[in-house]
């Protein structure tokens, strides 16, 4: 069974910085497609980016040019860097490998 942790997340102020981790309890991050979602209450989750194996990079449109999306793979570590954040980055933020996710770290953006 694959384990999937986040960490990172907090408050922070509009215009600040965020760096998330996801690691993982395996090395599944180099053989499988992994992303980034994000939910706030009442709303579906949505895809915010992902990360293929060999390292190519998929990023929304409404985080592009703030958030990146990149990889530790000796750490079995997966980093999402969010920049110049907005009120509209705040949910809680998950982990996604196939059918395995983590518990998600929020992420509270004042404005």
């Known amino acids: 069974q694959v384990q999937l942790v986040e960490s990172g997340g907090g408050l922070v102020q509009a215009g600040g910085s965020l760096r998330l981790s996801c690691v993982a309890s395996t090395s599944i991050f180099s053989f499988n497609a992994m992303g980034w979602y994000r939910q706030v209450p009442g709303k579906e989750r949505e895809l915010v980016a992902t990360m293929a194996p060999g390292g190519s990079v998929y990023v929304e449109d409404v985080v592009m040019g703030r958030f990146t999306i990149s990889r530790d793979a000796a750490a079995n570590t997966v980093y999402l860097q969010m920049n110049n954040l907005k009120s509209e980055d705040t949910g809680q933020y998950y982990c996604?490998?196939?059918?395995?996710w983590g518990q998600g770290t929020q992420v509270t953006v004042s404005s």
């Open positions: 996604n490998v196939n059918t395995h």
